[in-house]
């Protein structure tokens, strides 16, 4: 079993940064992708931004220029810089474990943290 725990969410102003992390209890440079997924209240979840084993890196259209993604293995931690933060980044915020298969689809991750609240006030 995959255990994901996120932390780092909160409030800001609209043009602030937050960092998130997950600490997952499996090895990062195992053949894995760590994505970062979202969801606003009455909305579906989207899919934020992935890395997989390698170092590749898929971003929503929504975030490019904004959030990075980055994974530190001595730490097994993932994390997304977020900056320029607008009103709609409003959300809660999960960490995902999934395949080999890095894209930004929900259904490639079965494992998934409790999430992390970032709200954006304009």
């Known amino acids: 079993q995959v255990h994901l725990s996120e932390s780092g969410g909160g409030s800001v102003q609209a043009g602030g940064s937050l960092r998130l992390s997950c600490v997952a209890s499996?090895?990062?440079?195992?053949?894995?992708?760590m994505g970062w997924f979202r969801q606003a209240p009455g909305k579906g979840p989207e899919g934020v931004a992935a890395?997989?084993?390698?170092?590749?890196?898929i971003y929503a259209d929504s975030v490019k220029g904004r959030f990075t993604i980055s994974q530190e293995n001595a730490k097994n931690t993932v994390y997304l810089q977020m900056s320029s933060l607008k009103p709609e980044d409003t959300a809660m915020y999960y960490c995902?474990?999934?395949?080999?298969?890095?894209?930004?689809?929900?259904?490639?991750?079965?494992?998934w943290g409790q999430g992390t609240q970032v709200t954006v006030s304009s």
């Open positions: 995902a474990a999934g395949g080999s298969s890095c894209t930004l689809r929900v259904s490639e991750y079965p494992y």
């Open positions: 890395i997989d084993s390698d170092g590749s890196i």
């Open positions: 499996i090895d990062l440079r195992g053949n894995y992708c």
